[in-house]
């Protein structure tokens, strides 16, 4: 009854806001999950056939700029209105996300996906201040509990529509996040505007405050240290959406996965296989958002005796190990094992990272500490992207790979093009080396490597952890944290 009566406690605006979370949710990760497949794709599957470095660049910048613009949105959320700022969201979203199946140039994909990130940028404050005025002291850590698990039920919806929508049309995976996006927006007859303090400053006073805010955050050098180190977990955490569909989709055969849920199970084999014969990617990384949903209470009660710091620290160590065995065979079947080891360690340490900020902020300063909580979240997508790019394409991309193959056994082959694509230049590739296209991956994942990128995202996961540990040991003093 206790726990009823706590259910009871949160008022309508509450749930309404939940459910336009997941809604959103559902809208975003329905299109960011394959997202990275689809800038890179080969042409002839309706994808864009971009580099892995344009990817990189892409959805490094526009994601970095997404997670920085809520430092600001905010603020002018207080002045505008809630329901008016989620009004200009929703309408920008739902154009933009149905825009992004309609351009094909990477200019035009960087513009149009840059607009949809301003949309969730003015979303995403507006919800969690939403969630924050309509719970209290009594009932706020079930309350954002709850809103935890909202977002991951949204995020795994999308997911699974999208890997579904995919398979016949590229193009229906952007009109479903258009068309959910549309549900919110009816939604919003019935959301209720929080009350707040209405602020009387013009706009540009407004923003050159958030400037001056930021910059007296900035001014403690132990908490600016702190936001610095957690650069490197959210680097480390964002390859599950930047670089493993990639990766999967270039290296593992999923029809083994297949194949294998079949003898358990036939009738889940077909709802969750392709048309293929195996798994689609984003259906695979979705099993870390289902792990979430299954085990973040369980996790979060034992985690909860701890120092915050304390379970970050052991939680970035888990998620480095769980990243470290992605793929340390070809085998995709150990991927249920890794990141259900990765998944352990990001419901341990991510959740601690937003109450860490808030026990060590100075009496009256927590929503401003708290806001700079995005920061470490946006460098973390910059740095993510380079990585995902750059540095994937020199240690695994199959396509870069294939070229230093072709150039050193001095076979010559069509440059890729709009007319030659990924795939006609694998199969040429494959046909001049003497091997099937499943050889030909064979031979460059036991010349090359591919799966020592595993090996360079974990390091930066062990390095973030070890520099909190020196951190907590030389730099703070409160034994609290």
Partial sequence: MKFVNLIKSFPRTYWMANTMELFERWAYYGMFAVLALYLTGSKETGALGFTQIQKGHLMGTVTFILYFLPIITGAIADKFGYKKVLLIAYIILSSGY?????VE???MVFVVFLFVAIGAALFKPVISATIARNTNNTNSSVGFGIFYMIVNIGAFIGQVFASKLRENNWNYVFVMSSGIILINLFLLIFYKEPKREKNTDSYFNLILNVFKNIATVLKDLKFVLFLLIIVGFWTMYWQLFFTLPTFIEQWIDTSIIYNNLASLSPTLASKIGNADGGISPEMLINIDTLYIIMFQILVSTVVMKLK???AMITGIFVCS?????????QNGMYLFLSLMIFSFGEMASSPKISEYIGRIAPEGKTALYMGTSFLPLAGGNFFAGILSGDVYTKISDKIYLLKLEVAKRGIEIPEISDQFTQTDYINM??????MNTHQLTHFLWNTYNPSHIWMVFSAIGVFTGLMLILYDKFLLKSKNN
């Avoid at 149905?98 to 309609?102: N, S």
């Avoid at 590739?429 to 003497?434: D, E, S, T, V």
């Fill in 98 to 102: 149905y825009l992004m199946g309609q």
């Fill in 105 to 107: 140039s990477y200019s």
């Fill in 308 to 310: 915050p710091l304390n």
């Fill in 321 to 329: 190990l769980g990243l470290a065995l992605w793929f340390v065979t």
């Fill in 429 to 434: 590739a494959a046909n001049k080396m003497g």
